[in-house]
């Protein structure tokens, strides 16, 4: 069952599912919360040597190269306006969203791109779409600008991506919920090639 405005307004409001901070009225769709866009953009490092890293080893060599720069724009410029990140065509950027999400173990969520976004050629994921029962932390939006023209994207102002959460036929049992296993390594992430609690680099 996927819950509608009515089910997510009063699952909201019990703090059943949990934004930090609260979404707007404006980001509770029919069946769906719209995400805003945070201030933080990590990027593969041009001139990395050629490398080959085995994912199921984890990203620990990533980091053992220093292999991304990361971008973290203020709320305003010196100017006093909101800042911008452009993304060029073919260009890809790992965001991060302006909220953290906590998931309760009776629900799991999809994170999707919106369509306004997708007809100027921005994905939002790759291959995660998934948040599990149990998830609490922003969400990594792995983006890529498929398209030819340039994409101007303002922390806060841009909500490029929703939320649609599903409820389970049985709930997740604590030690089953992610974050429960030592491989559960991205719950509280605060960047999204390192694990949750790490530091940034």
């Given at each position: 069952m996927i819950l509608s405005h009515q089910d997510l307004v009063k699952a909201i409001k019990d703090e059943r599912i949990v934004f930090d901070p609260g979404v707007e009225d404006?980001?509770?769709?029919?069946?769906?919360?719209d995400l805003r866009l945070g201030y933080q953009f990590t990027k593969y490092r041009e001139d990395l040597p050629s490398v080959t890293i085995s994912v199921a080893d984890g990203l620990k060599t990533l980091g053992e190269l220093n292999a991304w720069n990361t971008l973290e724009l203020d709320k305003l410029d010196k100017l006093g306006r909101i800042p911008r990140f452009v993304l060029e065509p073919r260009e890809f950027i790992l965001g991060i969203t302006y909220e953290s999400i906590t998931v309760p173990r009776?629900?799991?969520a999809l994170v999707e791109g919106r369509s306004t976004y997708a007809?100027?050629?921005?994905s939002m994921h790759q291959t995660a779409p998934w948040i599990q029962p149990g998830w609490s932390g922003p969400i990594i939006l792995e983006m890529t600008n498929h398209g030819p023209l340039k994409i101007e994207l303002r922390p806060v102002i841009d909500k490029p991506c929703q939320v649609t959460?599903?409820?389970?036929?049985?709930e997740v049992s604590q030690t089953e919920a992610y974050g429960a296993r030592p491989?559960?390594?991205?719950?509280d992430q605060t960047h999204p090639?390192?694990?949750g609690g790490q530091s940034e680099k």
């Open positions: 404006r980001q509770i769709g029919e069946a769906s919360v009776d629900m799991i007809r100027v050629g921005l959460f599903f409820k389970l036929s049985t491989s559960d390594v991205y719950k090639l390192q694990h």
